[in-house]
């Protein structure tokens, strides 16, 4: 399943009651490069009150890695509504931080979910998104007769053959969306084709 990506961060300000909500959104593919994002965030906002945070590693459907933080915040009210946000529009390798200048007024949980999703929301509107598909990659042994063959399926099948080495037998690496190979690997198998992962 393809997903959505940020291809560069943003940030942006929202204001509710007088508080400030400062949001980072940006690409993020490693949980201690995100965590050093956030060092920079409390850094660069010392006398902030919170520093929310949100984390989806991999494809949003089922991530490698997805956390939510509050950061003293009411539990559930500042996390959980920005992960919930960024699974529903299904943007993967993504992390975003809320950094919070309280402005006198309590909002309540309610309001507080309604803040933190908000600031996430309107980030989101200044990102330039871009469609990620998965790729699956495999290397695939034949006989010469069978080359030209692999290569229209492979191509068939909006995928590309890599690098080729000529031994006993043809071996070819491919690397195509991952939901072709499925419907691939059907048409290989009958064919004799032999399928090594990678």
Same mark, same amino acid.
């Given at each position: 399943m393809s997903y959505q990506i940020?291809?560069?961060?943003?940030v942006t300000e929202?204001?509710?009651?007088?508080s400030r909500f400062i949001c980072w %959104? +940006?690409?993020?593919?490693?949980?201690? &490069?995100?965590?050093?994002?956030?060092? #920079? !965030?409390?850094? *660069?906002?010392?006398?902030?009150?919170?520093?929310?945070?949100?984390?989806?590693i991999g494809n949003p459907a089922n991530p490698d890695v997805m956390q939510a933080d509050d950061d003293g915040e009411p539990g559930g009210s500042a996390g959980r509504p920005m992960l919930e946000?960024?699974?529903?529009q299904e943007i993967g390798n993504v992390g975003a931080i809320v950094t919070r200048y309280?402005?006198?007024?309590? %909002? +309540?949980?309610?309001g507080l979910?309604? &803040?933190?999703?908000?600031?996430?929301? #309107? !980030?989101?509107? *200044?990102?330039?998104?871009r469609r990620h598909v998965p790729l699956f990659r495999c290397r695939i042994a034949c006989d010469f007769a069978g080359e030209s063959r692999l290569r229209f399926l492979v191509n068939q099948h909006h995928g590309i053959c890599g690098a080729v080495d000529y031994s006993?037998?043809?071996?070819?690496d491919i690397e195509l969306p991952e939901n072709e190979w499925t419907e691939l690997h059907s048409k290989l198998l009958p064919?004799?084709?032999?399928?090594?992962?990678?």
């Open positions: 940020p291809c560069s961060p943003v929202t204001e509710e009651k007088k %959104l +940006g690409p993020v593919t490693d949980k201690a &490069a995100f965590l050093h994002q956030l060092e #920079a !965030a409390r850094a *660069q906002y010392p006398d902030a009150s919170h520093h929310c945070t949100a984390l989806v946000l960024l699974l529903k309280f402005g006198g007024t309590k %909002l +309540g949980v309610g979910m309604r &803040a933190y999703r908000g600031a996430v929301g #309107a !980030a989101l509107q *200044q990102s330039e998104l006993d037998r043809v071996h070819i064919e004799g084709f032999e399928v090594y992962p990678q």
